[in-house]
């Protein structure tokens, strides 16, 4: 599961996109644009390509989700044709499939894709990627380093669970038990949801007399209220 694309960097790349990618057109478009359909016009227009755009992702995805690497083709068609935002999401999806099948040349050559058509919205997601693509290649040296340049602190539960998935692998324990940690309070703090993947990830590297991940997810004052019961 730690080499898939976490749902949530989509969900969120998805939503940055409506609301920030369709706003910065260049002057000579509009200009170019306004004086043929008028403003108007023009922005109905945006709106539908950009519909029939992420309808056409999303179609792909699915297909990704249900046939794996057999749909392979298709994405990078589309990718081919589309060097954009949304062929990066694409990318991102394709790149997860690759790396599930070994195919790390294939998940490399999709990261630069998005690192080369994303933006700075993406970006984030593809350090994360190829983090996890290093540590399953083999390279968890690379790996942390690559985690170390991410600076986008909205990606800052993302990068810990990334860390912690990357010493356990190397038997770290303690470390990964730290990561884990980290990044529940991270999502806490920012009130978000904490996935039950990660909370099963922090029960198995558990230390002695640490609380469990069900009572780490509450409020804190739910878990005060526990933790008095318990005593």
């Not at 976490?6 to 790349?13: K, L, N, V």
């Not at 002057?27 to 170019?32: E, M, P, Q, T």
């Not at 540590?135 to 860390?163: H, M």
């Not at 940690?181 to 703090?189: H, S, T, W, Y």
Request: proline letters at 3%.
């Amino acid at each position: 599961m730690d080499v898939l694309t976490d749902d949530h960097e989509r969900e969120e790349a998805v939503k940055k996109w409506w609301h920030e990618y369709w706003k910065p057109l260049t002057l000579g478009v509009v200009i170019a644009l306004a004086g043929l359909l008028g403003w108007r016009q023009y922005q109905n227009y945006q709106l539908e390509a950009h519909q029939e755009q992420a309808y056409a992702v999303f179609q792909i995805q699915l297909q990704l989700q249900q046939h794996g690497a057999a749909a392979l083709p298709q994405a990078e068609e589309y990718m081919q044709q589309n060097e954009d935002v949304f062929g990066s999401v694409l990318a991102l999806d394709a790149a997860a499939v690759q790396i599930a099948n070994r195919d790390y040349e294939g998940a490399a050559k999709s990261i630069d894709f998005v690192k080369k058509n994303g933006g700075e919205l993406l970006m984030p997601s593809a350090v994360l990627t190829e983090a996890r693509l290093l540590n399953q290649s083999g390279k968890p040296a690379d790996a942390l380093k690559v985690l170390d340049s991410l600076s986008n602190k909205a990606y800052a539960a993302e990068a810990y669970e990334v860390r912690g998935d990357i010493e356990l692998s190397q038997g770290n324990r303690e470390a990964a038990r730290d990561a884990y940690d980290k990044a529940i309070k991270e999502l806490q703090g920012r009130d978000m949801p904490v996935s039950p993947i990660l909370l099963m990830k922090f029960d198995d590297v558990i230390a002695a007399g640490d609380s469990p991940a069900y009572i780490l997810s509450l409020p804190e004052d739910a878990q005060e209220a526990l933790k008095a019961q318990q005593q």
